[in-house]
C-alpha cells in the first residue's frame, strides 16, 4: 500500500466488504440457539478483507458493516457488538505484514500463524470486549452476556479457522509468488 492511510482502492475494498459483511450476515448465518448469537460466515470474509487492506479497513468493514446489518436487520445498532467487530478486523489487519497474502504466500507456516492470530483476536474480541461493553452500556446480566459471547467467540473461532483459511489459500493461489516471474531478454 501507498504512504496514504486510505487509498482509493482501499476506500473501495471498505465499501465493498461492509456491503458483503452485511449479505452475508443475513444470508450466510446459522443461529445457535442462544438469543441474538449466529455462526456468521461474514467474520471470514472480514478477516481475508483485513489481511489484504490492512488494519484501518478492516476495522471500518467490521464497523461500518456491523452497524448497518444491526440497523437493517435488528432495528438499532448494538454497539458493543459492532466495536468488537472492528477490533477483529483491526487486529487481524494488523497481522497482514506478517502473513504475505497479497504475494502469494500462504503456506503452512502462513496458515498456522493466521489461525494463532485469529484465535487470540477472536477471544479479545467476543469473550472480553463484547460482554463487557454489554455490561457497562446496556446494563444487561453478567451470565447471560458472557454466555453470548461465549458462544459467539466459539463459532468465530471455527468459522474464520475453517472459511477463512480457505478463502486466503484460494486467494493466494490467484496471485503470483513474489520473484516467479522472470523477463525474457
Known amino acids: 500500500m501507498n504512504s496514504k492511510v486510505l487509498s482509493i482502492k482501499t476506500v473501495v475494498a471498505i ?8 449479505i452475508l450476515s443475513r444470508f450466510g448465518s446459522i443461529p445457535t440457539g442462544i438469543p441474538n448469537t449466529n ?3 461474514s467474520y471470514a470474509f472480514l478477516a481475508l478483507m483485513s489481511l489484504l487492506y490492512g488494519p484501518v479497513a478492516g476495522l471500518l468493514i467490521g464497523l461500518i458493516g456491523h452497524t448497518i446489518k444491526d440497523a437493517v436487520f435488528y432495528g438499532a445498532p448494538w454497539f458493543s457488538w459492532i466495536i468488537a467487530s472492528g477490533v477483529v478486523g483491526l487486529l487481524i489487519g494488523l497481522a497482514a505484514s506478517r502473513i504475505k497474502l497479497r ?7 502462513a496458515i498456522i500463524s493466521f489461525n494463532i492470530i485469529q484465535v487470540i483476536t477472536n477471544s479479545i474480541a467476543w469473550f472480553l470486549i463484547a460482554p463487557t461493553l454489554d ?9 447471560k452476556v458472557y454466555m453470548q459471547g ?4 466459539a463459532a468465530n473461532i471455527v468459522t474464520v479457522g475453517v472459511l477463512g483459511t480457505l478463502l486466503a489459500i484460494a486467494y493466494a493461489k490467484t496471485r503470483p509468488k513474489k520473484g516467479s516471474l522472470t523477463r525474457e531478454l
Open 39 to 41: 455462526v456468521e460466515t
Open 135 to 143: 455490561i457497562f452500556i446496556y446494563a444487561e446480566p453478567a451470565n
Open 103 to 109: 504475494d502469494g504466500e500462504f503456506g503452512i507456516k
Open 150 to 153: 461465549l458462544v459467539a467467540g
Open 15 to 22: 465499501g465493498i466488504g461492509a456491503a458483503v459483511f452485511i
